[in-house]
Each structure stands twice: as C-alpha cells, then as structure tokens.
C-alpha cells in the first residue's frame, strides 16, 4: 500500500493552529493585527491543548493508567476537551457541572462519553452539593482517578509556555510586538506571555478581564476586593477568586471590556472577516479597539490575539437576535439585522 497522508487519531490536530491576518475589523486601527485561531482545535477550542497536556503530564508520572477515571468541574470547552482526550485514550470522564449549564452543552459532553453529575448552582461552594464539593468527594471514592482542577493546576500554564507560545513565536518570525489574550484560568496567557518573554522582554502582554472580575484590581494592588465582583455574560473570561494558574508576574496590564461591547465585537468579526469566534473572541478584540483608541500601538506594532473558541457554542446567546434583545444589547444604536425572509 502507498502512503495514505492521514492523521492517525484526532489527538494530532491538537495544537499547530492557524496565525490569520485580519484585515478588516483593524483597518482603521494603527499596526499589524493577528489572531491565533484556537477554534481550529479539534475540540474547538485552547482547552484542546490543557487536556492533553495534563493527561500525557499524568501519564509520564505513572498516576492514570487506561481503564483509571479523570474527574473535572466544568460545563464549557475544558469538559469537552477532556471527554474528548478521555474517549482516544480510554479513560473514564466525569464532569461535574452547575445546574446553569445549558442542556445543549450537557448533552454535547456525553455526546463525547462523559458522565455529568448535575449540581445544584445556587448553593455556597463549600455546600457537599456544589460542583466543586462533588467533584472532591467523586475523587476521593474513586480509586485510580484524577482531579483535573484547572483553576489551580500549574500544568494549565506549562501546556501554552510548551505550545501556544512557541506557535506564535514562530508565526511571527519572532517579531511580536504585544500579545493580546483573555483571562480565566490565566493559563493561556501566562504560559504563552512566559515563553514569549523569555525570547524577547520587550513584548508587552495584555490581558482581558470582564467588568465584575477581580483579577485587574488584584494585577494592580495584589490584594484581593471582594467588591470587584458583581454578575456578568461573559463565560470562562475574569474571576471571582485568584487562580493559582496565573502568573500576575507576566502580564502588563488588564483591560475591562463589557458583556455588550464584546458581544457585537464577536458578532462584527464574523461579518467582516468570516470567522466565526465565541464570545470572549469578542471580548479580546473588544480590547484591542479600546487599546488602540488609548494609542497603545503605533505603525510597527505586530499585535497578535488568541481567539480562544469557536461560535459555535454561542448559538443560543450573542448568535440569537432573542437573546441580544433581552439583553438589552439590540437598541436604536445598534440596529437588529435585517438579513432573515420567510417566503
Ligand atoms: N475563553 C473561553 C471561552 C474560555 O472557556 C476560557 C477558559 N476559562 C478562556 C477564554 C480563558 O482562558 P484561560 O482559562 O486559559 O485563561
């Protein structure tokens, strides 16, 4: 048989994805502008590279072996790609995740063989209900299981310093100017801002936060206010704790973008450049306009921004006129698309 030019399993379109020049959204703005679209992830999304990061990471050490149980408490792209990862190698997946979650997202984790325990979402996180307290004691009955723990596993970042920021290294030929990416966990910023930073200390790293997390504040003053935290849309951007995944140290500066800004920037980047990105996708290209309008750029800057995750996942919320309405996002500023007929 002659070579047949295949992947050999979807574990190997982990990584590597695409720098895409954008050409439009930017066109008014001074410098070069690039996105690194992580939506091309298998699993649609940067968690992609977290999973398979920490899982081989357990593997290496002897802790998982097949057949063992890998246990997480999330609704969103981190259980996705676990379940995802867990199907290729033969692990068990648990997901422990808040009754908010969306029945579409719910039954796209055990689409991919997750078992999801459904918590109750309006209890206090040390009540044995809660997402976090049932993913503590599934670990602790369960032999031969491991606890993911995202938010507070240093492996979160070692998986973009490996990676993501070699990628944009490379793409770059090594001439980025200022990295520009969304806080959560703060792995991807912090491993992909470490290695950029150790090739060149001069690039400047901003991250975006949401307006009811504690993180700038905390980037600012080191000291956690309680009174930075209020309700917000935008999911898996800003924290209301500080999560041992971020590395303060390597970022810049914070930036606070809002649930209705970033949900049109999301909205305007599919119609003018054609990629279709989730929400905090937005939210990152919400703050370069406001770091360009503050005049953080100039005619050389090479900006690149991670795009965490596709749009697809966003069908019900910014992608929905219904839910925009009832935001209150769609008013006489921002005029309600008129490009549905029925005949
Ligand atoms: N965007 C989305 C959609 C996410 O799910 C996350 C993860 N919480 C982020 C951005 C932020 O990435 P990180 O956790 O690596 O900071």
Known sequence: MKEIKAYSNVLELIGNTPLLQLNRITSQMKGNFYAKVEGFNPGHSAKDRIALHIIEKAEKEGILKPGDTIIETTSGNTGFSIAMVSVLKGYECILAVSSKSSKDKIDMLRAMGATVHVCPAHVP????RS???????????IANSVYINQYFNKLNI??????????????????????????????TISGTARYLKEQNPNVKVIGIDAYG????????????????IYPYRIEGLGKNLIPDATDFDTIDAFIKVTDEDSAHT???????????????SGAALQGIKQLDEEGVFDANSI?????????????????????????????????????????
């Open 125 to 128: 996180a040390d009540d044995p």
């Open 131 to 141: 997402y976090y307290e049932v993913a503590k004691r599934l670990h602790s009955e």
């Open 158 to 187: 070692e998986a973009h310093y490996e990676t993501t920021g070699p990628e944009i290294w490379e793409q770059t030929n090594g001439q980025i100017t200022h990295l520009v990416a969304c806080s959560g966990t703060g792995g």
């Open 213 to 228: 997390s504690v993180l700038q504040k905390y980037h600012q003053t080191r000291e956690f206010d309680k009174n930075e």
């Open 266 to 280: 999301a909205r305007e980047l599919a119609r003018t450049e054609g990629i279709f990105a989730g929400y905090t």
């Open 303 to 343: 900006v690149v921004v991670i795009l965490p995750d596709h749009g697809s996942r966003y069908m019900s919320k910014v992608y929905s006129d219904e839910w925009m309405a009832q935001q209150g996002f769609l008013d006489e500023k921002t005029e309600v698309p008129q490009n549905l007929q029925y005949i």
